[in-house]
């Protein structure tokens, strides 16, 4: 390429405006800026958790330099990029949430002292400040400085410029490393007491958004997009309650129900239909909730629609009865699909008896429940995920440990071998569980689950 065609390419770039670059104005637009006032910053509650965490991986894996990398912003098209979010395994080790600077890295060092580095904010008296639409203040706002940051975190901070002189940074273990990202992982299955409560959080927050779902409801009925409707009402709530939305809201609508990840959402909300609406609002900490919620959308359920809905209330009841400590985890999903064996048996949907149709050679019933019953829950919606079997589902259950209970049926429209009234109906239920000393809790219990508190929860709402 040569040197004109590179100059033309670089003013396009900037083809929207031109900042002004002479020595005179620099010195005019870095000047007349009042003092910042200082503010006292105190160590936030969960500094002391991250710093245990951290000597956990630092004994996990003594004498080595650790590097976590918080990631880059992701584009989305051109120069617009998506909502930034940290690596959760960052999050988790620093205590660093929704306010991380894109691009921070956290070293581990061999003697186990932790560093964090990031790029803080440019000073008025470079271009960066205005002209930066990346990092510049006058774009993106102020960045947190390096003395504010080591003091709410509890760490040495530096100035990103210094990472690449770090010695030994090129041996250094990172998250590529699968050892490494699976211990990160795992560490992440029993919360501690600041996850817990950050969980009972967010689950709070998202009954929220349950509740705008519900009254949002008649303006669903009313539009051509009344999937939208619902998804945008809980979103709401995920953002003016939370930081963001957890995963992608599922609101899917009569026969949508039954696509397992339906997020197009673009469907009809029509009164004789139930919607399954799976959502969750994300703390800024990073935390969320995942529940699940099968609403009719009249405010009453038909006589078939609630037959299915409490077989699948049976089912996550039977989860919830076995769960304490000193099981294992598969033992919840094998209580639930007892009930849902037991239940297409007894609606003779199975070719075989219920006791038949659970050996693990058979699983006939699976046909309308092809999903698991539980996963972990935390800072991703699908956490740990790359813990070993031996930790994840054949591991024994452990006071701390948060996941969800989240069994389903779902009835195709085309699904030949039921009768015709059960076609195109889905119903999941869905709770975020904590694992007590003795047993169980079911944090998201304030959000009705049985079909008659259903309905009057929603006649309620509709009528306020
Ligand atoms: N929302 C995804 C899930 O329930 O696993
Ligand atoms: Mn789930
Ligand atoms: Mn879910």
Redesign the pocket.
Known sequence: MTDSTEQQREERNSNRSRTPHSAEFLSYISSGWANRPSVEISAWPVADFAQARRKSVHNAFPDRLIRIDAGETKTRSNDTEYRYRPHSAFSHLTGWGAQTVPGSVLLITPKGESVLFFRPTADRSSEEFFANSAIGEFWVGARPNLVAVSKSLALETRDLAELETWPGLDQALDLDDEKLAEFVSELRLIKDEFEIAEMRQAVDKSIIGFERVVSCLPTAVASKRGERVVETAFFSAAREFGHDL??ET?AAAGEHACIL?WIINDGETKNDDLILV???VELESHYTA?I?RTLPISGTYSPIQRMIYEAVLEAADAAFAVVRPGIRFREVHAAAMKVIAAKTAEWGLLPVSAEESLKPEKQFHRRWMV?GTS?HLGMD??DCAQARAEMYLDAELKPGMVF?I?PGLYFQPDDELVPAEFRGIGV?I?DDILVTETGAENLSAALPRAATDIENWMNSLLTK
């Open positions: 957890g995963y599922i990840h799976d959502a969750g995942d699940t999903h996963h919606v699908h969800t989240e999941r869905e």
